[in-house]
């Protein structure tokens, strides 16, 4: 008993303490999106109080992200009408993006984040990070920028610099030092002390007289279900579009879940969270609010202020409320250059150039990573994420496209059979030609494949017998099988043995299907090379030959 109080007792602590990073975020990460500061706060709850109920992690901090928020706003910034509009297509997305979450559960792709490499992943945050950061500074310099893209912000600036509010300027300033000063290594909520300091300045200090925008009033008296009505063409883009919503959302949860589930030695389910985010994130949408997920930044908060369940979420979520009942028209005071520095704090964990070291010494994904970021930067976030992970994708099936085709040899007096190339004390079996592709055989590569063999074959007029090993192809698409067919026909002409040889039970399978259809022709195999030698016809002796020991 003693122990459950000092648990809950933990958990109030934590829930206390995150409760005074979340709120000044959600307020941010709504001027991020270009929605009301409501929208941040209502998606804030309500993804603490879903994960809370529903989720697996004990850690698990659901709320909106600057990804979402930067995701969200790349995705709706180019929608006619106004800002009624605006909001009905951003409400839209997030109820989307959460079906699309619970029909992934239901479908069980709880390992759907794989489809992003780390290296894209991480190129893409870096260059989501560094877009995010450049896009507040119109706010702390009070420039007018007639542009949307990164890279035409960045000449806008520096046009209108001469022109800059020096008093939003060190506004800004001052609260980015601060936090940069307590935010780092410290259980202080940086965020809150910054907002509570330009709350308290601004009954001081008028920040309209001296150009310094606010929040302005929060509306949080239309909160309700709402289903946004718009035509058949709008529903429609909304789905595609969710669906990079969504993959951005998980894989950072998923990769906040299981850092920490790892950590701890904790188990957690992946399509449970997926059906748990698809909630939370249908909710918000129906009540206007933002898409929410599992940020790294407020998770770790979460686990440094001593949380030991997700008491601690739904604690926090109640004094989220409470503090926003008693505290609504201070809010409204808040600078919003203030706000901005708490976004740029946010994202400067992810601005770190050492996570991209590893791939430089390795020697591999560089120009993923780099082309990664430069999408973001160049092509926006939407289009950025979506070619990093089509480059991705590309350069992986060139690899595969592109397999080596190993000739094997007999090393020694072993059963062990290797690459003649790698190995010179290994020998060829007289007469029969081994052969192992290095990759699983499939539509890019078989006719590559096939045409390796072929010239290999053709190269050694006198072979009595073709070996192909397959150890390497788990199972066989219709392209694979039509060139194996091809080879098949290629080496009864020249009345050579055909085996294939390793075979995994669905490429056996399949094979033996195709078979029992064309006919005779191909020894099949799942047993080693050494033992399927043994399935070749005997070789005929004529004088001044011995067979081959075998």
Same mark, same amino acid.
């Given at each position: 008993? *003693?122990?459950?109080?000092?648990?809950? $007792?933990?958990?109030?602590?934590?829930?206390?303490?995150?409760?005074?990073?979340?709120?000044?975020?959600?307020?941010?990460?709504?001027?991020? +999106?270009?929605?009301?500061?409501?929208?941040?706060?209502?998606?804030? =709850?309500?993804?603490?109080?879903?994960?809370?109920?529903?989720?697996?992690?004990?850690?698990?901090?659901?709320?909106?992200?600057?990804?979402?928020?930067?995701?969200?706003?790349?995705?709706?910034?180019?929608?006619?009408?106004?800002?009624?509009?605006?909001?009905?297509?951003?409400?839209?997305?997030?109820? =989307?993006?959460?079906?699309?979450?619970?029909?992934?559960?239901?479908?069980?792709?709880?390992?759907?984040?794989?489809?992003?490499?780390?290296? =894209?992943?991480?190129?893409?945050?870096?260059?989501?990070?560094?877009?995010?950061?450049?896009?507040?500074?119109?706010?702390?310099?009070? *420039?007018?920028? &007639?542009?949307?893209? #990164?890279?035409?912000?960045?000449?806008?600036?520096?046009?209108?610099?001469?022109?800059?509010?020096?008093?939003?300027?060190?506004?800004?300033?001052? +609260?980015?030092?601060?936090?940069?000063? %307590?935010?780092?290594?410290?259980?202080?909520?940086?965020?809150?002390?910054?907002?509570?300091?330009?709350?308290?300045?601004?009954?001081?200090?008028?920040?309209?007289?001296?150009?310094?925008?606010? *929040?302005?009033?929060?509306?949080?008296?239309?909160?309700?279900?709402?289903?946004?009505?718009?035509?058949?063409?709008?529903?429609?883009?909304?789905?595609?579009?969710?669906?990079?919503?969504?993959?951005?959302?998980?894989?950072?949860?998923?990769?906040?879940?299981?850092?920490?589930?790892?950590?701890?030695?904790? #188990?957690?389910?992946?399509? &449970?969270?997926?059906?748990?985010?698809? %909630?939370?994130?249908?909710?918000?949408?129906?009540?206007?609010?933002?898409?929410?997920?599992?940020?790294?930044?407020?998770?770790?908060?979460? !686990?440094?202020?001593?949380?030991?369940?997700?008491?601690?979420?739904? %604690?926090?979520?109640?004094?989220?409320?409470?503090?926003?009942?008693?505290?609504?028209?201070?809010?409204? &005071? #808040?600078?919003?250059?203030?706000?901005?520095?708490?976004?740029?704090?946010?994202?400067?964990?992810?601005?770190?150039?050492?996570?991209?070291?590893?791939?430089?010494?390795?020697?591999?994904?560089?120009?993923?990573?780099?082309?990664?970021?430069?999408?973001?930067?160049?092509?926006?976030?939407?289009?950025?994420?979506?070619?990093?992970?089509?480059?991705?994708?590309?350069?992986?099936?060139?690899?595969?496209?592109?397999?080596?085709?190993? $000739?094997?040899?007999?090393?020694?007096?072993?059963?062990?059979?290797?690459?003649?190339?790698?190995?010179? !004390?290994?020998?060829?079996?007289?007469?029969?030609?081994?052969?192992?592709?290095?990759?699983?055989?499939?539509?890019?590569?078989?006719?590559?494949?096939?045409?390796?063999?072929?010239?290999?074959?053709?190269?050694?007029?006198?072979?009595?017998?073709?070996?192909?090993?397959?150890? !390497?192809?788990?199972?066989?698409?219709?392209?694979?099988?039509?060139?194996?067919?091809?080879?098949?026909?290629? %080496?009864?002409?020249?009345?050579?043995?055909?085996?294939?040889?390793?075979?995994?039970?669905?490429?056996?399978? =399949?094979? !033996?299907?195709?078979?029992?259809?064309?006919?005779?022709?191909?020894?099949?195999?799942?047993?080693?090379?050494?033992?399927?030698?043994?399935?070749?016809?005997?070789?005929?002796?004529?004088?001044?030959?011995?067979?081959?020991?075998?």
């Amino acid at each position: 008993m *003693v122990a459950r109080g000092a648990q809950l $007792m933990r958990d109030l602590i934590a829930a206390a303490s995150i409760a005074g990073l979340l709120i000044p975020e959600a307020v941010a990460y709504s001027g991020l +999106a270009g929605l009301p500061p409501q929208a941040g706060l209502i998606a804030l =709850v309500i993804g603490l109080v879903v994960y809370g109920l529903t989720g697996s992690s004990r850690y698990a901090i659901v709320s909106s992200t600057s990804s979402s928020a930067a995701v969200l706003a790349a995705t709706v910034q180019n929608m006619a009408g106004g800002p009624g509009a605006h909001l009905a297509v951003a409400a839209m997305l997030v109820a =989307v993006t959460g079906v699309l979450f619970m029909l992934a559960s239901a479908a069980r792709l709880g390992g759907m984040s794989d489809f992003i490499s780390r290296p =894209v992943l991480r190129g893409f945050t870096f260059g989501l990070a560094l877009t995010m950061a450049i896009k507040q500074l119109p706010t702390f310099l009070v *420039v007018p920028i &007639r542009h949307g893209d #990164t890279l035409r912000i960045v000449v806008d600036l520096l046009a209108g610099l001469p022109h800059a509010n020096l008093v939003s300027l060190a506004v800004g300033g001052l +609260a980015l030092a601060l936090l940069f000063a %307590c935010g780092r290594g410290s259980r202080l909520p940086a965020s809150l002390m910054v907002i509570i300091m330009g709350i308290a300045a601004s009954y001081v200090v008028d920040w309209q007289r001296y150009g310094v925008a606010v *929040v302005g009033a929060i509306d949080l008296q239309d909160i309700g279900l709402h289903v946004p009505r718009l035509d058949r063409n709008a529903w429609l883009q909304a789905i595609e579009l969710g669906m990079a919503l969504v993959l951005i959302l998980y894989a950072e949860s998923y990769g906040s879940i299981r850092n920490f589930a790892l950590k701890h030695g904790d #188990t957690v389910s992946a399509n &449970r969270d997926l059906f748990s985010l698809g %909630c939370a994130n249908l909710l918000s949408g129906l009540l206007r609010g933002m898409p929410v997920g599992a940020g790294y930044s407020a998770t770790s908060a979460n !686990e440094a202020a001593g949380a030991q369940s997700r008491r601690a979420g739904l %604690c926090a979520a109640l004094i989220i409320v409470l503090a926003v009942w008693l505290l609504l028209p201070q809010l409204a &005071r #808040t600078p919003e250059a203030v706000l901005s520095a708490i976004v740029i704090f946010a994202v400067s964990h992810s601005l770190r150039p050492a996570v991209f070291r590893p791939y430089w010494v390795w020697r591999r994904d560089r120009l993923v990573t780099a082309a990664a970021i430069l999408a973001v930067l160049v092509l926006g976030v939407l289009h950025g994420l979506l070619a990093g992970i089509g480059l991705s994708l590309i350069m992986t099936l060139r690899k595969l496209s592109e397999p080596k085709l190993s $000739m094997l040899g007999r090393l020694g007096d072993s059963h062990d059979f290797v690459d003649l190339a790698q190995h010179a !004390e290994a020998k060829a079996v007289p007469g029969v030609l081994i052969v192992r592709p290095e990759a699983q055989m499939f539509f890019a590569n078989a006719d590559r494949l096939f045409n390796g063999v072929m010239q290999l074959i053709s190269a050694q007029p006198d072979l009595r017998a073709v070996m192909l090993s397959l150890e !390497e192809s788990p199972d066989l698409d219709g392209t694979a099988l039509e060139s194996l067919q091809l080879l098949t026909a290629a %080496c009864r002409s020249r009345k050579v043995p055909l085996i294939l040889a390793r075979l995994k039970p669905a490429a056996l399978q =399949v094979l !033996e299907r195709v078979a029992d259809e064309q006919g005779a022709g191909v020894v099949l195999s799942e047993l080693s090379v050494d033992e399927s030698l043994l399935l070749l016809p005997p070789q005929p002796v004529s004088a001044g030959v011995k067979p081959d020991d075998r």
